[in-house]
T-cell receptor, first 108, second 116 residues
């Protein structure tokens, strides 16, 4: 099956800093999503981005499908950005394959 | 409109008991997925429905796990004779797309199952 690797596994930043999270995947996909899992466990949809670039406020994402990676950018971090960020990809009939996540801590 | 809902939010079972977890997808969504999330890990796929048809159950860990979606809307995940290793958060997701993996999936809040 598809392999998904996320980096870095852990990231600690000061409020106001910018960050880049990376997702590498091992095969072609027709679905790529970025999620933020909040402290209560809810997976919040950030981007549906199988290819191209999207922006939503302080967040943006880019997927280069031909090179099998995606990047999530967070600018001007806030403490409420803390949590686990997951990349998940789908290429067929077996749902999404998730990476292990990046655990982000934003310190005030 | 309402998102995906799941019930109960928390379930404690004694080893050997049967449990049933419910998922209400977003109205009109064709595809429904179940995932299992162990502590500190990403969710892992269990099974997929397109309307009432279960098209993929390759992720179900054992024959103690059974899922159904008889009318193509609400789904139930049943675990028989629960074991301690079944303790996890069970997540349900739905998608308007009829191609598994191809459409944006929206997740419910999950059911946290603890088996004592």
């Amino acid at each position: 099956g598809i392999q998904v690797e996320q980096s870095p596994p852990d990231l600690i930043l000061q409020e106001g800093a910018n960050s880049t999270l990376r997702c590498n995947f091992s095969d072609s996909v027709n679905n790529l999503q970025w999620f933020h899992q909040n402290p209560w466990g809810q997976l919040i949809n950030l981007f549906y981005i199988p290819s191209g670039t999207k922006q939503n406020g302080r967040l943006s994402a880019t997927t280069v499908a031909t090179e099998r990676y995606s990047l999530l950018y967070i600018s001007s971090s806030q403490t409420t950005d803390s949590g686990v960020y997951f990349c998940a990809v789908g290429g067929g009939a077996d749902g999404l394959t998730f990476g292990k996540g990046t655990h982000l801590i934003i310190q005030p | 409109g309402a998102g995906v809902s799941q019930s109960p939010r928390y379930k404690v079972a004694k080893r050997g008991q049967d449990v049933a977890l419910r998922c209400d997808p977003i109205s009109g969504h064709v595809s429904l997925f179940w995932y299992q999330q162990a502590l500190g890990q990403g969710p892992e796929f269990l099974t997929y429905f397109q309307n009432e048809a279960q098209l993929d159950k390759s992720g179900l860990p054992s024959d103690r796990f059974f899922a159904e979606r008889p009318e193509g809307s609400v789904s139930t995940l049943k675990i028989q004779r629960t074991q301690q290793e079944d303790s996890a958060v069970y997540l349900c997701a739905s998608s308007a797309d009829s191609v598994a993996g191809g459409g944006e999936q929206f997740f419910g809040p999950g059911t946290r199952l603890t088996v004592l």
